[in-house]
């Protein structure tokens, strides 16, 4: 009678943690703001988030005066290889905001446009790919995007994983994928090891993942 109370308990005390843990989980979902989101890289090119082909996509949302942002960047080019190679488009992300990215606001007009904001972050943001070795592609966003509180993107840094066709959010991961300096140090990182797991779900939705024989995805 006690092991069958204790068997009973155990299972209810699984259960709750299962649901707990699904609940952490974002449910895929569309964002407006996501969808219809429109930048231009740094050579120029101007490109919609929803024409992109590809088998998913991952935008970090980048700023130069974001600590946290500049830590993670050995991860961000672990994870950007393994995005590649699954056929996923990885983008650092940065807010056509002058300010908040290290920018005098001065150097610019009171109301600045995009065409004005665009060159000023693009010279400051090939100050950091010189610096630290950036081989992630960096795209400016266009406004009316903005990074708010109850937007789909809170801060910096912070990675969104949208699966393709059709385009729609799958999860946010708030915070640094890693802050580990090297590649021993970044896969043993339980967030950038769930990052992997996220990169296998968007693949895994256009019926593109493939497993070794290690249970590995590749």
């Known amino acids: ?27 895929v979902h569309t964002s407006p703001e996501i969808l219809s ?11 919609e988030l929803k024409s992109i082909q590809s088998r998913g996509i991952v935008l970090n949302f980048y700023s130069p005066t974001c600590v ?15 995005a590649e190679a699954l056929g996923i488009q990885m983008y650092l992300a940065v807010t056509p ?7 005098d606001p001065l150097k610019a007009s009171s109301k600045p446009g995009f ?7 693009r010279e400051r943001l090939e100050q950091d790919i010189r610096q630290y070795g950036i081989e992630v592609p960096i795209i400016v ?5 903005e990074i708010k509180e109850k937007g ?16 729609r ?24 090891q769930f990052a992997l797991e996220l990169l296998t779900h968007l693949t895994a939705a256009s019926g593109s993942a493939r497993e070794d024989e290690s249970g590995s995805y590749y």
């Open 169 to 192: 959010l799958h999860y946010n991961l708030v915070g640094p994928i890693s802050l580990g300096q090297n590649q021993e140090e970044v896969l043993s990182s339980s967030r950038f």
């Open 152 to 167: 789909p993107v809170t801060g910096t840094p912070e990675t969104v994983f949208l699966m393709t066709s059709p385009l």
């Open 115 to 121: 065409e004005e904001v665009y060159p000023l972050l």
């Open 68 to 82: 946290p942002c500049i830590e993670e960047l050995p991860a961000l080019h672990i994870l950007q290889q393994q």
């Open 37 to 47: 989101l429109k930048a231009r890289n740094l050579g120029g090119q101007d490109l």
């Open 97 to 103: 905001d002058l300010e908040s990215n290290g920018v």
């Open 1 to 27: 009678m006690i092991q069958a109370k204790t068997l009973k308990v155990f299972t209810i005390t699984g259960i709750l943690l299962f649901t707990g843990l699904a609940n952490c989980r974002p449910g």
């Open 141 to 145: 966003l266009k406004p009316p995007f």
